[in-house]
């Protein structure tokens, strides 16, 4: 069964509006969750790393003012997509680390395809 | 140059066919190799990791060079649901998060 829950799965909305996009780790606590993009016919982009309690690590190119991530507990990390344009169209995929399974290095969500008109 | 590279394909192959998916990461203090695979539209799934001494799942077999930094993947047998994107991943560095490079995949489709 799912260890990581993303929701929602899919969203479409207007230009400007802001979404969010929440991932919790079902059986496991994780310190450390991360975000991803993937724009069709590409690899999975590292956006952030997101960490209980401390304030999340960008990659470059990345707008943090853009891109708001709370971990506020062990086992939720939410992104916020602010003021949302087409250009941020994208399945954003979030994932976590389980220290106690050494053999998954993340556990992924199941994604949230973001459609903005 | 890319972190991860790996064969652009796209193949497509018989059923029963092999076939052989090369990558190659940059940095030669990686930790950690994984193949992944991705179906249209969903999450990545954990298909194998990859050990310096290779290792084989069923009809899957991944061997690494860290030599020659170069991974691969063989699939013997193909079947029609081994049609999927299969990414090539890396663990760049050791610690506790454990942050993993995606290349930008292989597509296979497995004809009938």
């Known amino acids: 069964g799912a260890v990581v829950s993303q929701h929602p799965s899919r969203v479409i909305c207007k230009s400007g509006t802001s979404v969010k996009i929440e991932c919790r780790s079902l059986d496991f606590q994780a310190t450390t969750m991360f975000w991803y993009r993937q724009f069709p016919k590409q690899s999975l982009m590292l956006m952030a790393t997101?960490?209980?309690?401390?304030?999340?690590?960008?990659e470059q190119g990345v707008e943090k003012d853009k891109f708001l991530i709370n971990h506020a507990s062990l086992t939720l990390s939410t992104l916020t997509v602010t003021s949302a344009h087409p250009e941020d169209s994208s399945f954003y995929i979030c994932?976590?680390?389980?220290?106690?399974?050494?053999?998954?290095?993340?556990?992924f969500g199941d994604g949230t395809r973001l459609s903005i008109l | 140059r890319k972190e991860v590279e790996q064969d652009p394909g796209p193949f497509n192959v018989p059923e029963g066919a092999t076939v052989a998916f090369n990558c190659t990461y940059s940095?030669?203090?990686?930790?950690?190799f994984f193949w992944y695979r991705q179906d249209c539209r969903k999450e990545p799934k954990l298909l194998m990791s990859?050990?310096?001494s290779g290792n084989e799942d069923g009809r899957f077999t991944a061997q690494l060079n860290r030599a020659s930094q170069y991974i691969s993947l063989l699939i013997r047998d193909s079947k029609l649901s081994d049609s999927a994107t299969y990414l090539c991943?890396?663990?760049?560095?050791?610690?506790?998060?454990?942050?993993?490079?995606f290349g930008s995949g292989t597509q296979l489709t497995v004809l009938p």
């Open positions: 997101s960490n209980e309690g401390s304030k999340a690590t960008y």
């Open positions: 991943v890396v663990n760049p560095t050791a610690g506790s998060a454990r942050q993993l490079t």
């Open positions: 990859v050990y310096s």
């Open positions: 940095n030669s203090a990686s930790q950690s």
């Open positions: 994932s976590a680390s389980n220290r106690s399974d050494s053999n998954q290095p993340q556990h």
